[in-house]
């Protein structure tokens, strides 16, 4: 689709994606903080992951949640906690991203900050195909 080859682990370096992700941290980083000071209000606006379909066995000691920036229609939170007005740059940003934008419109994918708590454990996983890559931007 995107010329993904079958291999493991990519060298971020040589994905335009993550550069221009890496590009915008800053501003990433700033909408992230306000996601977490609207977090104090409303807690519910992080999701807990395990809830949605095959995700259960993922978090094997812990909790990990996510916040939807971008969906396939069925996680966004609408008012005043919704990404738009949370996050209007990185929405953008994402939504300029062909690649992402592309697997999020083909229901592929979503794009989230997600957060796991201290001492949490993931059992290493994978997706199902090579379809997509998923991109991890330390915030």
């Known amino acids: 689709m995107w010329g993904v080859s079958s291999q493991p682990f990519f060298d971020a370096r040589k994905?335009?994606?993550?550069k221009r992700?890496?590009?915008?941290?800053?501003t990433v980083n700033r909408e992230l903080q306000r996601v977490l000071e609207a977090r104090k209000e409303q807690n519910e606006i992080f999701?807990?992951?395990g809830d949605r379909r095959g995700e259960a066995t993922l978090v094997q000691d812990g909790e990990w949640r996510?916040?939807?920036?971008i969906d396939d229609g069925g996680g966004?939170?609408?008012?005043?906690?919704?990404?738009e007005e949370l996050c209007p740059q990185t929405v953008k940003l994402l939504n300029s991203i062909d690649p992402i934008r592309d697997c999020v419109h083909s229901k592929l994918g979503i794009a989230i900050f997600?957060?796991?708590?201290?001492g949490t454990h993931l059992i290493p996983h994978c997706g199902p195909t090579n379809l997509?890559?998923?991109?991890?931007l330390g915030l």
């Open 76 to 83: 966004t939170k609408t008012g005043s906690y919704s990404p």
């Open 21 to 26: 992700l890496q590009d915008n941290y800053e």
């Open 114 to 118: 997600s957060c796991l708590a201290p």
């Open 15 to 18: 994905i335009d994606t993550c």
């Open 47 to 49: 999701a807990r992951v």
């Open 66 to 69: 996510d916040y939807a920036l």
């Open 132 to 136: 997509r890559l998923t991109c991890h």
